[in-house]
Antibody
Framework: QVQLVQSGSELKKPGASVKVSCKASGYTFTSYAMNWVRQAPGQGLEWMGWINTNTGNPTYAQGFTGRFVFSLDTSVSTAYLQISSLKAEDTAVYYC??????????WGQGTLVTVSS | QTVVTQEPSFSVSPGGTVTLTCGLSSGSVSTSYYPSWYQQTPGQAPRTLIYSTNTRSSGVPDRFSGSILGNKAALTITGAQADDESDYYC??????????FGGGTKLTVL
């Protein structure tokens, strides 16, 4: 069965960087695009962008350019989200999700990133 | 910038029927936006309910249905149960891999 397993919670200081992983199993990794979704505490879901798992080409939503980087390691079927120069407002749960055609399909369990001094 | 609108909250009685909607701040939602719906309970990852307007994801009960009503996408829950109490999000597909979430609807079953 399809599974997306994300890395564990992170506590970081402002200005630091964090890298969240999303390991896929149960399907051919390059068959589906990988998306990233943010959920700030008490807030709704926000689409951050996606990465083409065939070409590695990322697309970032407005508001997620510059400090946010999507990457892949197809040899281990893993997608990554790196956030640099962390700010308190980056505190959120980050989800990876596959996209099949036009809809988000399978979801990771989420990774809580807390930014606090 | 595209803004997808949803009712902030809704309530339904157990066994009742409720329809949640998903609109655009400017324009109409059509099947061309391939609306999809997601359910999220507190502390859990979202679960995909409906995609391409009205196709249920695997394992989703048939009391969940999707449609276009007027100029909005709609999610109808027929025979609401206590464990349907969740947040519901719609997503519109804008093409080129771009998705936009609505603000979500908090559904209370009481």
């Amino acid at each position: 069965q399809v599974q997306l397993v994300q890395s564990g919670s992170e506590l970081k200081k402002p200005g630091a960087s964090v890298k969240v992983s999303c390991k896929a199993s149960g399907y051919t990794f390059t068959s589906y695009a990988m998306n990233w979704v943010r959920q700030a505490p008490g807030q709704g879901l926000e689409w951050m962008g996606w990465i083409n798992t065939n070409t590695g080409n990322p697309t970032y939503a407005q508001g997620f350019t510059g400090r946010f980087v999507f990457s892949l390691d197809t040899s281990v079927s893993t997608a990554y989200l790196q956030i640099s120069s962390l700010k308190a407002e980056d505190t959120a749960v980050y989800y990876c999700a596959t996209r099949k055609d036009t809809a988000l399909d399978y979801w990771g369990q989420g990774t809580l990133v807390t930014v606090s001094s | 910038q595209t803004v997808v609108t949803q009712e902030p909250s809704f309530s339904v009685s157990p066994g009742g029927t409720v329809t949640l909607t998903c609109g655009l701040s400017s324009g109409s939602v059509s099947t061309s936006y391939y609306p999809s719906w997601y359910q999220q309970t507190p502390g859990q990852a979202p679960r995909t309910l409906i995609y391409s307007t009205n196709t249920r994801s695997s394992g989703v009960p048939d009391r969940f249905s999707g449609s276009i009503l007027g100029n909005k996408a709609a999610l109808t829950i027929t025979g609401a149960q206590a464990d349907d109490e969740s947040d519901y999000y719609c997503v519109l597909y804008m093409g080129s891999g771009i998705c936009v979430f609505g603000g979500g609807t908090k559904l209370t079953v009481l």
